[in-house]
């Protein structure tokens, strides 16, 4: 019988998505799952190679790429199951994570989503949960990927309540996804999953770590090191979410932060991502 849906986004990463799909199945009976790979339009033959190698899992081939919080609602549309077990292609299953994040997840009704612990390749712990971004907040999580020193790894492996947990990997039930309308598609790439996590908590859920389930992140490394087109889709994101959620003196103050980090690039070899990026905060973009 199958207990939980997992859904996977793929876009041009045949080679993780087949990575995660053996390590998924490495550890959990093949039986109880039923596993959704939603395929952003690529164009480097995913569908074609993952479906000969993995002929029991669903593939959704998206006529358009839309963003990852979109492929991830295409998926939950197809998800036969209440439960749903969301994870990126570019993570690795090293044991079976599902038992232990459902049972935190039916510990308290009020927990809405819970996460495991992220670790990168050399097994290090890598950080998967934060405080909600404001101007403050969002300088210290850099400052910790950037200074390790910085970075809080509880001491325990109790669950516990945090703000919000990485899209990375995640499991929550259908009905409270449903509940408060999915991921929002107007974030193609960045802060959908935060912003998921806000629209959460605000429908009086709790949002719960749990340590004792560990799960590798290959993707955990690459902070900042964004090219110009996907720095854009950063801020853009960014800027929604501001505006979304946070107050009017927030949006004002990231909006100065940017406008003092890329007005003096207009006069530099990287004229032209900064007129893209500055166009974002007069809204032409």
Same mark, same amino acid.
């Given at each position: 019988?199958?207990?939980?849906?997992?859904?996977?986004v793929?876009?041009?990463g045949?080679?993780?998505?087949?990575?995660?799909?053996?390590?998924?199945?490495?550890?959990?009976?093949?039986?109880?799952?039923?596993?959704?790979?939603?395929?952003?339009?690529?164009?480097?033959?995913?569908?074609?190679?993952?479906?000969?190698e993995?002929?029991d899992?669903?593939?959704?081939?998206?006529?358009?790429?839309? @963003?990852f919080?979109?492929?991830?609602?295409?998926?939950?549309?197809?998800?036969?199951?209440?439960?749903?077990?969301f994870?990126?292609?570019?993570?690795?299953?090293?044991?079976?994570?599902?038992?232990?994040?459902?049972?935190?997840?039916?510990?308290?009704?009020?927990?809405?989503?819970?996460?495991p612990?992220?670790?990168?390749?050399?097994?290090?712990?890598?950080?998967?949960?934060?405080?909600?971004?404001?101007?403050?907040?969002?300088?210290?999580?850099?400052?910790?990927?950037?200074?390790?020193?910085?970075?809080?790894?509880?001491?325990?492996?109790?669950?516990?309540?945090?703000?919000?947990?990485?899209?990375?990997?995640?499991?929550?039930?259908?009905?409270?996804?449903?509940?408060?309308?999915?991921?929002?598609?107007?974030?193609?790439?960045?802060?959908?999953?935060?912003?998921?996590?806000?629209?959460?908590?605000n429908?009086?859920?709790?949002?719960?770590?749990?340590?004792?389930?560990?799960?590798?992140?290959?993707? @955990?490394r690459?902070?900042?090191?964004?090219?110009?087109?996907?720095?854009?889709?950063?801020r853009?994101?960014?800027?929604?979410?501001?505006?979304?959620?946070?107050?009017?003196?927030?949006?004002?103050?990231?909006? @100065?932060?940017?406008?003092?980090?890329?007005?003096?690039?207009?006069?530099?070899?990287?004229?032209?991502?900064?007129?893209?990026?500055?166009?974002?905060l007069?809204?032409?973009?």
């Open positions: 019988m199958k207990t939980v849906s997992v859904i996977i793929n876009f041009n045949a080679k993780y998505t087949g990575a995660c799909l053996a390590s998924l199945f490495r550890y959990h009976p093949r039986e109880t799952l039923d596993v959704i790979v939603v395929d952003n339009h690529s164009s480097d033959g995913s569908v074609e190679s993952l479906t000969k993995f002929p899992v669903r593939f959704i081939a998206l006529e358009e790429n839309k @963003g919080g979109a492929a991830n609602n295409a998926g939950v549309k197809h998800a036969l199951c209440e439960r749903l077990l994870v990126n292609n570019d993570t690795l299953f090293i044991e079976e994570i599902i038992t232990g994040l459902g049972n935190a997840l039916n510990a308290d009704p009020k927990n809405g989503m819970v996460g612990k992220l670790l990168n390749e050399d097994r290090t712990f890598q950080r998967s949960f934060g405080p909600f971004p404001t101007v403050v907040t969002e300088y210290r999580m850099k400052k910790a990927h950037a200074e390790p020193k910085y970075i809080d790894e509880f001491a325990d492996t109790a669950p516990c309540t945090v703000d919000w947990l990485t899209g990375a990997a995640f499991m929550m039930d259908k009905t409270v996804f449903n509940a408060v309308g999915g991921f929002d598609e107007r974030f193609f790439l960045y802060f959908e999953d935060i912003d998921l996590n806000k629209k959460v908590r429908e009086g859920y709790k949002i719960c770590y749990v340590p004792s389930v560990q799960l590798i992140h290959l993707g @955990g690459s902070y900042g090191s964004m090219n110009p087109a996907i720095a854009f889709e950063y853009r994101s960014q800027l929604h979410y501001y505006d979304t959620h946070n107050s009017a003196a927030q949006s004002l103050l990231l909006r @100065g932060y940017i406008a003092v980090k890329y007005l003096p690039k207009l006069f530099s070899a990287e004229r032209n991502h900064s007129v893209r990026i500055l166009s974002l007069i809204g032409r973009q």
